[in-house]
């Protein structure tokens, strides 16, 4: 091969990561759009949303340059935090926003449209005390405890017709509740 170019193997070699700490945003890393999609792609992959990403569209370029211009050096950790608790970020935005659906794996686009709520979810979370927040998402479980049927007026007698002659005659003060 002329010129020193990279095979397949060479450039699969280069994209992989290191699986036993999560990706890090640089302290002095300057934000900007271009960092924040390979950011992104890393944080999916390691947080096992997918195996491998694509390069980042020029959609999504344009969507990164967006969310960049308006959050700006916070944006790194917020999206950090969305993509490891992906499932809780998107029900929350899911009920709060009223949608039918939500992605089930991180999406720029559902993050683009519902930054602002991303944001606000964000700083509620951090807010959270740490009893509360242990950092990892768990599945909710709603357990219903049985409750005493009450007794309806159908648990009386079935004989309507003959209950309404009584009633009718007198003779039935309690009008067919058996009291």
Do not use: C
């Not at 960049?68 to 916070?74: D, H, N």
């Not at 686009?109 to 602002?116: E, G, N, R």
């Amino acid at each position: 091969m002329k010129g020193g170019g990279k095979n397949l193997q060479e450039v699969l070699k280069g994209l992989q990561l290191d699986k036993t700490s999560p990706p890090e945003w640089p302290a002095d890393g300057m934000v900007a759009p271009l960092k924040m999609a390979a950011y992104w792609r890393k944080l999916v992959v390691f947080y096992g949303h997918a195996s491998f990403m694509h390069e980042a569209t020029a959609t999504e370029k344009g969507q990164w340059a967006h969310m960049v211009k308006r959050e700006g050096a916070r944006l790194p950790e917020v999206v950090a935090r969305v993509v490891r608790e992906w499932d809780a970020f998107s029900m929350h935005v899911k009920d709060a926003a009223g949608l039918a659906s939500r992605p089930q794996h991180p999406s720029v686009d559902f993050l683009t449209k519902h930054l602002t709520s991303a944001v606000n979810w964000f700083l509620m979370q951090q807010s959270l005390p740490a009893s509360v927040d242990s950092g990892a998402s768990k599945p909710f479980v709603f357990v219903a405890k049985p409750t005493k049927k009450p007794t309806t007026i159908s648990a009386g007698p079935t004989d309507w017709g003959a209950v309404e002659a009584e009633v009718l005659k007198g003779k039935d003060t309690n009008h067919g509740t058996g009291d």
